[in-house]
């Protein structure tokens, strides 16, 4: 990262192949992320336990939480002859020793360069008897050479409804939510949205209680939250499915469509006004629930907030780095303050990422301005901000580097926050999360304009 210092402005080498500080994570640390989101579930990295002990150090690194794990532990015979026979004796140790309800297994790099066959090894360990009554192994394949974090989370997903939902022939009345890939503190929000519209949702995964869960002083290996095998179990027998973040949530909830008859709506993860608003109209449409005064009120607070500041957000250029479901919520946010989505990056792979950020500027005063990179790196944003800088930056800890350098106040948001508190406590999704993320904005905004003013300029009140 040091070595950004000697960024330079000029764009000499078109670069295709090779990536210089990614804007993104391997897709196993999505899939070890959605697998805690259920209630007693022990994930499991199918690989080495150098690519386990990193999956675990990264969601430890960001929650300040101790996450436990189990792999599959391969040594140099495992990785010619393939892992099976370690699998099976990890799935029989774990359930005799950790007693979980699900194991979450997740493939890595190495075991799908093997060509393991996760469907005919978890069928070996239910037919041999590895598997006690009444507990479950889930799986799904994530090698990283492709996809990122996110789309590691997304198999995840798709994998716990393919191995566990059910359809009855009676619907239970209940409305599956699929939170995209965002915190504990997100997930929360989501679920308190649905509570205030008075739906009965069935959120998963679920991640709030699990990795933002209170220290008591005893260790809970399973803590409190998290959706129960129960519930996703229930999902195929639900009335419908809001999917919130297409890269995230659209292949198991597309699923759940086709398998089992739930209709789905798939629509952004809830950032800024439009898309908060988008998931409360989902909620009341598909459970015909009407909208409580309680959320007019929280909604005409960052109504309030925005025409009260709306001055100092105008037009300040802002540079971000992140999931293409978050920075799609973000970009319309920053439109909504008369912001300048300058510049954007994803590592996370999909087309319709720049269409769909195309599409939010389109007419607006950033439109002839913006430029995205999917998948790009952090190394173009750096080099585009030495072109022409911006106000600010939006994006994980690694980041505040260029931050540094550049001097530009840091907003961090995403995957992974290293260094600071508050992500998984705080939501930045729905209203509440609006009026925090406009907090923080115009918290560094105007703390650098108070460093910088001159003593005419410095402002008492703003
Ligand atoms: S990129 Fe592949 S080898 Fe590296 S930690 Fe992730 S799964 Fe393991």
């Known amino acids: 990262m040091a070595l950004l210092r000697h960024t330079t402005a000029d764009i000499t080498v078109d670069r295709q192949a090779l990536t210089i500080n990614p804007a993104k994570t391997c897709q196993p640390v999505g899939a070890m992320y959605a697998a805690l989101g259920i209630h007693g579930c022990l994930p499991h990295s199918h690989g080495s336990q150098g690519c386990c002990a990193y999956h675990r150090s990264a969601l430890t690194r960001h929650t300040k939480e101790p996450i436990a794990a189990g792999t599959s532990s391969f040594t140099e015979g495992s990785s010619v002859f393939g892992g099976q026979a370690n699998l099976l004796t990890a799935i029989q140790n774990m359930f005799s020793v950790y007693e979980p309800d699900v194991i979450a297994v997740h493939t890595t790099c190495l075991s799908e360069t093997i060509g393991d066959d996760m469907t005919q090894i978890v069928e070996k360990a239910r037919s041999e008897g590895k598997v006690p009554s009444g507990k479950h192994v889930i799986y799904c394949n994530t090698p990283s050479y492709v996809g990122s974090h996110v789309t590691g989370y997304s198999n995840m997903v798709f994998g716990m409804v393919k191995n566990l939902a059910e359809s009855t022939g009676t619907k239970n009345g209940k409305l599956n939510i699929i939170p995209g890939f965002c915190e504990p503190s997100d997930m929360a929000e989501i679920k308190r949205i649905a509570e205030m519209m008075g739906v009965d949702a069935n959120v998963f995964p679920d991640t709030s209680g699990v990795l933002n869960a209170p220290l008591t002083g005893k260790y809970e290996m399973y803590p409190a939250g998290g959706a129960s095998v129960a519930d996703i179990k229930s999902s195929g027998d639900a009335v419908g499915t809001i999917g919130l973040g297409r890269w995230a949530t659209a292949q198991p909830a597309k699923y759940l469509d086709a398998e089992h008859k739930v209709p789905c709506e798939i629509i952004g993860l809830p950032f800024g006004l439009e898309d908060t608003d988008a998931y409360v109209m989902a909620l009341a449409k598909m459970s015909g629930k009407p909208v409580p005064a309680s959320i007019d009120f929280e909604r005409g607070q960052v109504v309030d907030v925005i025409s009260d500041y ?42 319709k990422f720049e269409r769909a950020i195309r599409e939010i500027v389109k007419g607006t005063p950033a439109e002839n301005i913006t430029k995205v990179k999917c998948p790009g790196d952090m190394f173009i944003l750096h080099q585009w901000i030495k072109q022409e800088s911006v106000d600010l930056l939006i994006g994980n800890t690694y980041l505040k580097y260029i931050a540094r350098d550049e001097d530009i106040p840091l907003i961090r948001h995403g995957f992974p926050i290293t260094d600071r508190m508050g992500h998984t406590l705080f939501p930045s999704v729905g209203y509440k999360g609006a009026l925090r993320l406009m907090e923080k904005m115009l918290d560094a905004i105007l703390t650098k304009r108070d460093r910088d003013a001159s003593e005419a300029e410095f402002e008492l009140v703003y």
């Open 310 to 351: 709306h001055q100092y957000f105008h037009g300040k250029r802002v540079a971000l780095a992140g999931d293409p479901d978050q920075l799609i919520g973000l970009t319309k946010l920053l439109v909504e303050l008369d912001m300048i989505p300058a510049y954007l990056v994803s590592g996370t792979p999909g087309n």
